[in-house]
């Protein structure tokens, strides 16, 4: 049959763009979605482009949702699906702007992963990582504390030679020096270690402490008092107070990124204890001390921005 389709239009208020004139002659109308810059159906607003001051990394849901409960973080969903978690803090000097995200899994290659992705949408000027760490050290790493970090120590590299030989060779690297003098402001005017009285929505009864000092970053979940990792972290320096999965990741990626041009965010870790990283490790405190980690965040910005 010979069809001449003429003149096509969709939907209320449209301008025509296509036609056809002639024997045979059809138009084929694109789906709006298909459309060169057509607005998706349910679609979400694009990034802010504006100065975003702090951009947080976290990995257990416990973690972020203490972030939003601490900070009060809106859900914004990016137009390619990624989520992060925005809001705007305000301090004695500053309105600080916040996001975070949560990364997709424990690691060095996750979290390095998620920061590409703040990096890429909003560029802050400050990187950190908050959430729970196991303690190694049985004074200031109590479950419930808080440790905050500008050194880490990431213990992965290693010479294995025979007959079991294995040779850690550790990589340390620190913040710089801006952020430093910030966590050093910070413990000037609240004490070594920093004394802070319970939160309402805290699951302790008491208060906690908060202290300075390295974190020993690896892939290895550590649950033995004895491992060989907690004896090479002790050997190396005394003052290594907790472990994590990812503070090697966001020190590399820091390291990584220096070579460019613009100005390279400094970075934190804050780990709020939530085990002894011994037999005993479990997921009871988790909620305890991602809570004491977010409040302390809070505390920090009036010196971090």
């Not at 909003?122 to 729970?132: E, K, M």
């Not at 002894?276 to 001390?289: S, T, Y």
């Not at 965040?297 to 010196?303: E, G, I, K, N, Q």
Request: glycine content about 10%.
């Amino acid at each position: 049959m010979k069809t001449n389709r003429g003149i096509s239009a969709h939907g209320n208020g449209n301008a025509i763009s296509n036609n056809a004139v002639g024997n045979y002659a059809r138009v084929i109308a694109t789906p709006p979605a298909e459309r060169i810059g057509a607005q998706v159906a349910d679609s979400v607003a694009p990034t802010d482009l504006g100065t975003w001051d702090i951009g947080i990394v976290t990995i257990l849901s416990e973690e972020l949702r203490s972030l939003c409960d601490e900070l009060k973080l809106e859900r914004h969903k990016e137009p390619g699906g990624l989520y992060f978690y925005r809001g705007e803090h305000t301090t004695p000097d500053s309105t600080v702007r916040i996001v975070a995200t949560q990364a997709q899994s424990q690691g060095q290659r996750s979290a390095m992963a998620a920061l590409e992705n703040l990096r890429r949408h909003y560029s802050p000027r400050l990187w950190a990582l908050v959430g729970v760490g196991g303690g190694i050290h049985d004074e200031h790493a109590r479950i419930g504390n808080v440790i905050v970090s500008t050194e880490v120590v990431y213990y992965e590299n290693r010479k294995v030679k025979p007959l079991g030989d294995v040779r850690r060779r550790g990589e340390h690297r620190q913040a710089p020096a801006q952020v430093v003098h910030a966590v050093n402001a910070f413990f000037t005017e609240h004490g070594t270690p920093a004394r802070i009285h319970s939160q309402p929505a805290s699951q302790s009864s008491q208060g906690y402490e908060v202290y300075p000092g390295l974190i020993g970053s690896g892939e290895a979940v550590v649950a033995d008092r004895d491992s060989d990792i907690r004896r090479y972290l002790a050997h190396y320096n005394e003052k290594v107070l907790a472990v994590d999965m990812e503070a090697g990741g966001l020190s590399q990626y820091w390291q990584e990124n220096s070579v460019h041009d613009e100005t390279n965010p400094g970075w934190i870790v804050i780990r709020g204890v939530s085990d002894n990283a011994d037999e005993e490790k479990g997921h009871a405190h988790h909620e305890l001390a991602a809570r004491n980690a977010a409040h302390v965040l809070r505390l920090l910005l009036p010196f971090l921005c």
